[in-house]
T-cell receptor, first 113, second 110 residues
Framework: DAGVTQSPTHLIKTRGQQVTLRCSPKSGHDTVSWYQQALGQGPQFIFQYYEEEERQRGNFPDRFSGHQFPNYSSELNVNALLLGDSALYLC????????????FGPGTRLLVL | KNEVEQSPQNLTAQEGEFITINCSYSVGISALHWLQQHPGGGIVSLFMLSSGKKKHGRLIATINIQEKHSSLHITASHPRDSAVYICAVRWETSGSRLTFGEGTQLTVNP
């Protein structure tokens, strides 16, 4: 059983560009949460999806958007990239019905130049 | 001000030492997680606590709900324990989203 997978592993973009990160949850999990982790900091919650809808959102601008597909996989999109968007982006999935435990993927490291 | 505070920020120990990492939080929680992050970035969940104490191998986690405080202990530490240890909480009012502390960088020297 594969765990949570994320792609790509690393990505370099320039300011103003747009980026899409992908996450496949662990088998049987229907909920996907996205976190941003700046260097030397703890992860910050971006948003959470289940049943193909954004259910909760952290304090991130509208440049950060997402999507969940019928197979529960998810995308994180960031528009108009800023240097400060450089971070490790982590995806975590949770199983129904309680969704208490989160299983983390390896992350996508984004560098914005 | 981060609502989840960890101490110390950095910790260096000699192999075999007993290690304690502390976490305090500001308001009511439904659960507290201890997580381990290795240099590659992947995060592994160690414990989820809502009361009392849990033990897994050389790791022990305790929580005091009244004092809003949790500790992670590592007995007989080993260089392979070197990692960042992160405390994360699920607030009573925030559903399943997690709020993380800034992590404790642990280095265990042989």
């Amino acid at each position: 059983d594969a765990g949570v997978t994320q792609s790509p592993t690393h990505l370099i973009k320039t300011r103003g560009q747009q980026v899409t990160l992908r996450c496949s949850p662990k088998s049987g999990h229907d909920t996907v949460s996205w976190y941003q982790q700046a260097l030397g900091q703890g992860p910050q919650f971006i948003f959470q999806y289940y049943e193909e809808e954004e259910r909760q959102r952290g304090n991130f601008p509208d440049r950060f958007s997402g999507h969940q597909f019928p197979n529960y996989s998810s995308e994180l999109n960031v528009n108009a990239l800023l240097l400060g968007d450089s971070a490790l982006y982590l995806c975590a999935s949770s199983p129904p019905p309680i969704r208490e435990t989160q299983y983390f993927g390896p992350g996508t490291r984004l560098l914005v130049l | 001000k981060n609502e989840v505070e960890q101490s110390p920020q950095n910790l260096t120990a000699q192999e075999g030492e007993f290690i304690t990492i502390n976490c305090s939080y500001s308001v009511g929680i439904s659960a507290l997680h201890w997580l381990q992050q290795h240099p590659g970035g992947g995060i592994v969940s160690l414990f989820m606590l809502s009361s009392g104490k849990k033990k897994h191998g050389r790791l022990i986690a305790t929580i005091n709900i009244q004092e809003k405080h949790s500790s992670l202990h590592i007995t007989a530490s080993h260089p392979r324990d070197s990692a960042v240890y992160i405390c994360a909480v699920r607030w009573e009012t925030s559903g399943s989203r997690l709020t993380f502390g800034e992590g404790t960088q642990l280095t265990v020297n042989p």
